[in-house]
C-alpha cells in the first residue's frame, strides 16, 4: 500500500488587486473535468506559442472561461466551460493562424501565490470551500486564470504559479 502525501505551499491570504484589461493570444478548447483536455490543448500550443511576435513577457496564461450558468456551489463534473492557453500581448493586430485573440477584461481579484503540483486540487477546495465563503468578497462572473511564470513547472512539487480569482464585494 502505498502511502501519499500531497506537497503544497500557498499562501493563506491572497492580495487583492484590480487587474487592467489585457490582450491574450493563444488556443482555447470547450471542455468540462469529466472531459478534460488540459493536455491536448498546451501539447498543441507550447510548440506553436514562438509564432506570437508580439508578447509583452514570457509568462503562459491558463484560464477558465464559465459561462453564466456555472455552478461553483453545486459543481457538476460535466458542465462545460472554456479553457485557454495562451499569452499576453501588446496589440491583437497579427494573429498566427488556427490561434484566437481574447480580450481579457478588467475588474476586481484575489491572487494566490502556489507552490506545488499543478494536479493537486487542494489549492482550489481552499479557496472555494475555505477563504471565498469566509472572505468579505463573493466569486464574480469573470475568466479565472493563472499566471504561469518562469518559476512554473509541469508536474513538479517545486512549480511555482499565481491563481487569479474574479471577485467582488459582498
Not at 498543441?44 to 484560464?63: A, C, Q, T, V, Y
Not at 450558468?69 to 500581448?89: G, N, P, S
Request: proline content about 5%.
Amino acid at each position: 500500500m502505498c502511502l501519499c502525501v500531497n506537497f503544497f505551499l500557498f499562501n493563506m491570504e491572497p492580495r487583492i488587486e484590480i487587474l487592467t484589461e489585457k490582450k491574450l493570444i493563444g488556443k482555447q478548447v470547450k471542455m468540462s473535468i469529466a472531459n478534460n483536455r488540459v493536455a491536448s490543448l498546451w501539447q498543441g500550443f507550447m510548440p506553436r506559442r514562438h509564432e506570437i511576435k508580439n508578447k509583452i513577457n514570457s509568462d503562459l496564461i491558463s484560464m477558465s472561461v464559465y459561462g453564466p450558468a456555472f455552478d461553483f456551489k453545486h459543481f457538476d463534473v460535466t458542465a462545460e466551460f472554456e479553457k485557454w492557453a495562451a499569452v499576453e500581448v501588446s496589440d491583437l493586430d497579427a494573429v498566427p493562424s488556427e490561434m484566437e485573440t481574447f480580450v481579457l477584461l478588467g475588474g476586481l481579484y484575489a491572487v494566490f501565490f502556489y507552490k506545488g503540483l499543478n494536479t493537486d486540487p487542494t489549492i482550489f477546495q481552499y479557496i472555494y470551500g475555505t477563504w471565498l465563503p469566509a472572505s468579505n468578497y463573493s466569486l464574480d462572473n469573470r475568466p479565472h486564470f493563472e499566471i504561469l511564470g518562469e518559476k512554473y513547472k509541469n508536474n513538479d512539487p517545486n512549480s511555482e504559479e499565481e491563481i487569479w480569482i474574479p471577485i467582488k464585494a459582498k
